[in-house]
């Protein structure tokens, strides 16, 4: 019975990648690859996170394009609200999209596309999402100082679910050297 799951999960794994995928155009797919690291999306993060490097060339696509691409072509994409904004992959071609990614994109790059949806997300005011992606990034300097942040943006009471989710997974000589990030503890801890 288990040999045959793994052989079904090898066939689903080949058609989601060679018929779904591999039958886009080379500018969806890397824009479906990129984006394949995002929980959600929305056209905005999706342009960020795909936009030309610099002095590369452009690209003509755009995120409400891509989301459009998505949606006329059935690819696996659920949306998240009545309002046609947020959008995800389903788990299981999300999963093998990261696959492809990293055997496409050098740790660094997907590091980079980490750290620019963490500037997005914060610039949204999605600091959840913003301290996630820093970490995801490897800028554990990012998400202590979004969390600090968070915690003077609330008025001093502070979303206290912050702390609690994020703090275990800062290195330590951070929480010891960051005062902000001490008080954060603190009222964690007193929540």
């Not at 999306?41 to 452009?58: I, K």
């Not at 610039?123 to 959840?128: E, K, R, V, W």
């Not at 800062?170 to 929480?175: A, C, N, T, Y």
Request: hydrophobic letters at 40%; charged letters at 25%.
């Amino acid at each position: 019975m288990l040999h045959r799951l793994q052989a079904g999960g090898a066939g689903i794994r080949d058609y989601l990648i060679q018929e779904v995928h591999d039958a886009q155009t080379p500018e969806v797919q890397e824009w479906m690859l990129k984006t394949a690291i995002l929980d959600r999306f929305c056209a905005g993060l999706c342009s960020e996170l795909c936009r030309p490097e610099p002095g590369a060339e452009s690209t003509h696509l755009g995120g409400a394009e891509f989301l459009d691409q998505l949606r006329r072509a059935n690819l696996f994409t659920i949306p998240l609200d009545v309002e046609g904004h947020w959008f995800r992959y389903h788990h299981l071609f999300q999963h093998q999209l990261r696959n492809q990614l990293r055997e496409h994109m050098t740790v660094e790059a997907v590091a980079g596309l980490h750290l620019r949806a963490s500037a997005w997300f914060g610039d949204a005011g999605l600091i959840d999402e913003a301290i996630e992606h820093a970490l995801a990034g490897g800028d554990a300097l990012r998400a202590a100082r979004l969390i600090e942040e968070s915690r003077a943006d609330e008025e001093h009471i502070g979303p206290w679910y912050l702390p609690a989710k994020w703090l275990p997974r800062l290195p330590e000589r951070f929480k010891r050297d960051r005062p902000g990030l001490s008080l954060a503890q603190a009222w964690m801890l007193y929540a």
